[in-house]
């Protein structure tokens, strides 16, 4: 019985020292505990995303070049990081990654995107979504999917390409069935290709409004 009682008394002081901690320490507990059930899931479901695992790392800095089938060449660099959400990194109803890029047109023109996207637990399957901060451009977004090993990305063909054969953009453009394939081509982007991008495209010239 007295056993009992020592256990019980002890228990209970331990209820107690919990509730005499102040309010911010209890904040500031249920925050780590959160943060470590978040931090789990990426580890679990995305490890190529949490910097102190070892290995290498899906999210980083990437370049290469884009080459359409009738051969205008528009370098790309790509910059990728995790994306917090809700339902966390491995629900495929949300995307786990976001980012911007960069791609220079031959004709000299800048076209700037923000980047979400979605990477499964081995980053074998890799869906970017590239969109134009216009609504009006819509045509500019790009859609890639591809895969990611060590350093590089590899996307298979793009199906649409908003840009007219020599490079140029023309907003709203209409196409025609016989129209010569223009298509992206697959594309390997690479960070050990990021020092090599240009800094800027040509004049540097943003795309002309939808208006």
Not at 7 to 16: E, K, M
Not at 129 to 141: R, V
Not at 165 to 190: A, H, I
Request: with cysteine.
């Amino acid at each position: 019985m007295s056993r009992f009682r020592s256990a019980r008394r002890r228990g209970s002081t331990g209820a107690v020292g919990i509730n005499r901690l102040p309010g911010w320490a209890i904040l500031l507990l249920g925050l780590a505990v959160l943060f470590a059930i978040q931090e789990l899931a990426w580890v679990i479901f995305a490890p190529w995303a949490v910097g102190w695992l070892p290995g290498p790392k899906l999210i980083g800095s990437y370049a290469g070049e884009l080459v359409a089938e009738q051969g205008a060449q528009y370098p790309l660099r790509l910059e990728l990081e995790r994306k917090y959400n809700r339902v966390g990194p491995g629900s495929p109803r949300a995307n786990n990654l976001q980012g911007h890029a960069q791609l220079c047109t031959p004709r000299g023109m800048q076209v700037d995107y923000q980047v979400i996207g979605y990477g499964n637990v081995l980053g074998s399957e890799l869906t970017l979504w590239l969109e134009y901060a216009d609504p009006q451009l819509s045509q500019l977004n790009l859609h890639l999917e591809g895969s990611w090993e060590g350093d590089r990305l590899e996307f298979r063909p793009a199906r649409s390409n908003p840009f007219q054969p020599d490079g140029s953009f023309v907003p709203n453009r209409s196409t025609r069935s016989d129209d010569p394939d223009d298509s992206f081509r697959p594309v390997v982007l690479r960070k050990d290709a990021v020092p090599a991008f240009p800094t800027r495209c040509g004049d540097g010239a943003s795309p002309p409004s939808g208006d």
